[in-house]
């Protein structure tokens, strides 16, 4: 059986930490920011660490990279 391919798309959005955790930017602080609440836009700005739940499923997408 071939070997998994690592996503391409998703090694360039998220980035895991020495401990193995994934890191990922908050998404809509794109644009329409005129209509969200400056505590919200502060939030969105930080950076965020993905639920334990959710880092399996994307781990597999990662199988090539090394923390």
């Given at each position: 059986?071939?070997?998994?391919?690592?996503?391409?798309?998703?090694?360039?959005?998220?980035?895991?930490?020495?401990?193995?955790k994934?890191?990922?930017?908050?998404?809509?602080?794109?644009?329409?920011?005129?209509?969200?609440?400056?505590?919200?836009?502060?939030?969105?700005?930080?950076?965020?660490?993905?639920?334990?739940?959710?880092?399996?499923?994307?781990?597999?997408?990662?199988?090539?990279?090394?923390?």
């Amino acid at each position: 059986m071939p070997k998994q391919k690592t996503h391409k798309g998703l090694t360039k959005r998220v980035r895991i930490t020495k401990t193995g955790k994934i890191k990922y930017k908050h998404v809509g602080v794109g644009h329409l920011l005129s209509g969200k609440p400056m505590k919200r836009k502060r939030k969105l700005r930080r950076v965020a660490v993905m639920a334990a739940t959710e880092q399996p499923k994307f781990r597999r997408l990662l199988a090539g990279k090394k923390p």
